[in-house]
């Protein structure tokens, strides 16, 4: 599933080499789902379990929270920290960016939490927020619940995580009906990349963990009709993406939840698959392996800086007929090489260190 999910990403990113009129663009984006989504619930559903299965084992102290983050923060914080170093210098250089308070935003993961993202130095870090905020905040509400208010576990992950997926479901409601026009640029940086827009589709993965714990034979008992009623789910929501026959309401209020809901109805069936041999295996565990990585620089660093670079120097005399093609594979093989080197060199041994500590 995560590698699923990465190619989703690097897929619709890629294909804007091409003309969005064009044969090849529409090959490639036809049925191509939202990778970010995936990403979220897959996140909710993971650390869900985490979170579970810690909290039902041992008695709940500050110290177990702590741990939760330091953990969390050893996986994701050294490999973004990195790669928004380099796009500040890159920045500075180019006099793309100059103000020293959005620099500060982008280190504490608030340039998106309640307004736009700018999009002149890391536009596609606005998931790794979300995440973020995720990570911080859930396991911190489901503490309080359970240490302060002496809830029970069980009650306390499913409290929170319908809490919160009301709240920004109903969040985007109220905004959408305060708002007598939107543009389709407020869509994506006022609904569609916002912290609180967008929490809701952790929750799907966080209730995916539940059911998946407490109520396992009901999770594989029905695992078959779900996953066929999560592939409807989400085609139905990407034709009705495409097309808007339901309106903003729909797009803007339920849509999110309802492919977060899609994609969680997959999960019963495909966590039955737990092994595998042969290319195939092998190419989908490295690529979920260094997929963090590739989400990190597939953009900015490799679509925008890398062959932005290229396009004028090495590219400058290539045949516009071509161009677009060499732009293509240059972007999946520069993205892939750098992303194994990023995580050998740098993920790998940041990882390693987390178990030491």
Request: glycine share 6%.
């Amino acid at each position: 599933m995560r590698a699923l999910a990465i190619f989703f990403v690097l897929n619709v990113h890629s294909a804007y080499f091409f003309k969005t009129d064009s044969y090849l663009f529409k090959i490639l984006t036809t049925l191509n789902l939202d990778g970010v989504s995936l990403f979220f619930v897959l996140s909710g559903f993971l650390i869900g379990g985490i979170l579970i299965r810690t909290y039902e084992k041992k008695e709940i102290t500050f110290k177990t929270l702590f741990n939760f983050w330091i953990r969390r923060w050893f996986r994701t914080l050294p490999n973004y920290f990195l790669i928004l170093t380099i796009l500040l210098f890159l920045g500075f250089h180019y006099k793309t960016v100059s103000d020293s308070f959005q620099f500060k935003n982008y280190y504490f993961f608030l340039a998106n939490f309640k307004s736009a993202l700018p999009d002149n130095l890391f536009p596609e870090s606005w998931s790794l927020s979300i995440e973020e905020w995720f990570y911080l905040l859930i396991p911190l509400f489901i503490f309080i619940l359970i240490a302060g208010y002496k809830f029970k576990p069980r009650v306390s992950f499913l409290t929170i995580a319908i809490i919160i997926l009301v709240f920004s479901t109903c969040f985007r409601y109220y905004r959408l009906s305060h708002w007598p026009y939107i543009t389709g640029e407020q869509i994506e940086s006022s609904f569609r990349k916002q912290v609180i827009t967008r929490l809701d589709s952790i929750m799907y993965g966080l209730i995916g963990a539940y059911l998946a714990f407490y109520h396992l034979s009901i999770w594989k008992k029905y695992r078959k009709p779900l996953f066929f009623i999560g592939i409807f789910i989400l085609y139905f929501n990407f034709t009705q993406y495409i097309f808007g026959y339901f309106g903003l309401i729909y797009s803007l209020v339920f849509s999110y939840g309802l492919q977060a809901l899609g994609f969680l109805c997959l999960f019963p069936y495909l966590t039955e698959l737990r092994s595998g041999q042969g290319f195939i295996y092998k190419a989908i565990t490295r690529a979920s392996i260094i997929s963090y990585s590739l989400y990190l620089l597939n953009y900015s660093i490799v679509k925008l800086y890398i062959i932005g670079f290229l396009n004028r120097t090495v590219f400058k005399n290539i045949d516009q007929f071509y161009l677009a093609p060499v732009q293509y594979f240059s972007f999946w093989l520069i993205t892939i090489v750098g992303a194994i080197l990023l995580y050998k060199y740098f993920e790998k041994p940041f990882m390693t260190l987390r178990e030491r500590i």
